[in-house]
């Protein structure tokens, strides 16, 4: 089997298992962020290294999940009601079995993945910003790269953005 098509079937193999629990999850998210560096130009390498925290040596990956650890009690005990505003970045609805998506009605005021990941791209190359505004563009950034890759972080208001979806089986 040719390399290729053998990593292919890794990754669909850990998403399957990831999506069993926590939609990507840390691994599937540090899978996308890993696949994502193979791409990266040189200079790409040297940018992300400089913005990255220095105990990560430029690897996306290691904190490609840092938007969803600061959410919740478990993984940001102190601060992670400071956050809440973010939970609305990691997807995008549309009304109930509407299947397009519509910016100006679906993403008001760029509040939702797209708008989200529009923003952080321009705050990621704005150099008026500072060093920390920057690199949390940069794991923003990152992370819902990865989230709007996933089948079920688009989807309809009534099951949140595909978040209320059951995808393993409820007799487990
Ligand atoms: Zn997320």
Redesign the pocket.
């Known amino acids: 089997m040719p390399l290729g098509k053998l990593i292919f079937h890794f990754f669909l193999l850990a998403t399957i298992v990831v999506t069993k629990t926590h ?2 999850g840390a691994v599937g ?1 540090a899978f996308v962020a890993r696949i994502a560096m193979t791409f990266l130009t040189d200079s790409s390498k040297t940018f992300i290294k400089d913005i990255l925290p220095w105990y990560v040596y430029g690897n996306m990956s290691m904190l490609a ?1 840092w ?2 650890n600061i ?1 919740y009690p478990d993984t940001n005990p102190v601060g992670y009601l400071n956050w809440d505003w973010s939970k609305p ?3 995008v609805n549309t009304p109930d079995y509407v299947c397009q998506y519509v910016p100006s009605r679906d993403c008001v005021e760029d509040n939702c ?1 797209d708008g989200a990941i529009q923003n952080y791209t321009k705050r990621l190359a704005n150099t008026a910003l500072d060093h920390v505004q920057r690199q949390e563009a940069l794991q923003f950034l990152v ?2 790269v ?2 709007i890759h996933q089948p079920l ?1 688009s989807g309809f208001t009534s099951d949140r953005g595909g978040n209320s979806v059951r995808g393993d089986d409820p007799e487990s």
Do not use: K
């Open positions: 939609s990507w998210h999940s938007p969803d959410l970045l990691h997807y993945i992370h819902y990865g989230d972080h």
